[in-house]
């Protein structure tokens, strides 16, 4: 008996980025996950951190989210359709539930303009639920806790943010991070590895 009507479609999961996950070549090359679909969006309530500890003089920390509940605090990133497997590759990279713990939020979908389009969002268009990642550090005493991160790191999240046309504000404040000077190369290795992935695994962006 032949079956009729829509054909079957394999369950996906969303997935909320905001570190260097933003950029797809970080995705595609180095973590060899193709999305099925993307676009920018906002986390409202919540802050960026750089809390998730690394190797001190190489890549000393690793951004997180943390809940704030305070509607003026924003997280700008990139929302992910991913396959169940993909989304679990993501968990497994991150070094979920260690490193990491996942995050039930609502972020809302946004085509960036580069000037405002993701603060316009809010409220406005419809938010989805995604899972997002935060700090596995569940101490109290970490919430205080800033680690200046590598340049390269950060520089592969504000290439993210304009890769996406993120909001004017949200690219002027990743400008503004510090990053750690007392490394032992210098740059740290953020960038290095994503050089190598792109050489090794090339996918089209």
């Not at 569940?138 to 205080?144: D, F, P």
Request: proline share 7%.
């Amino acid at each position: 008996m032949s079956s009729k009507g829509t054909a079957w479609q394999p369950a996906t999961q969303k997935y909320f980025a905001f570190g260097s996950n933003m950029l797809p070549a970080t995705m595609k090359s180095l973590r060899n996950i193709e999305p099925c679909n993307a676009t920018a969006a906002i986390l409202p309530g919540f802050q960026l951190r750089f809390d998730v500890p690394g190797s001190p003089l190489l890549e000393p920390s690793a951004a997180s989210v943390r809940r704030t509940f305070n509607p003026h605090d924003v997280v700008h990133g990139v929302v992910y359709e991913l396959t169940e497997s993909d989304f679990d590759r993501v968990g497994r990279t991150e070094g979920v539930p260690f490193a990491y713990q996942w995050e039930t939020c609502l972020v809302y979908p946004y085509v960036g303009d580069g000037e405002c389009a993701g603060n316009n969002a809010v409220g406005v268009v419809a938010p989805i639920e995604a899972q997002t990642l935060i700090s596995g550090k569940t101490s109290s005493s970490r919430g205080t806790i800033h680690i200046p991160t590598s340049p390269s790191y950060l520089r592969i999240l504000r290439q993210g943010a304009a890769y996406w046309s993120m909001d004017r504000s949200y690219q002027i404040s990743l400008s503004k991070i510090t990053t750690a000077n007392n490394l032992l190369v210098p740059d740290g290795l953020s960038g290095t590895l994503l050089q190598i992935a792109k050489c090794v695994n090339p996918k089209k962006e």
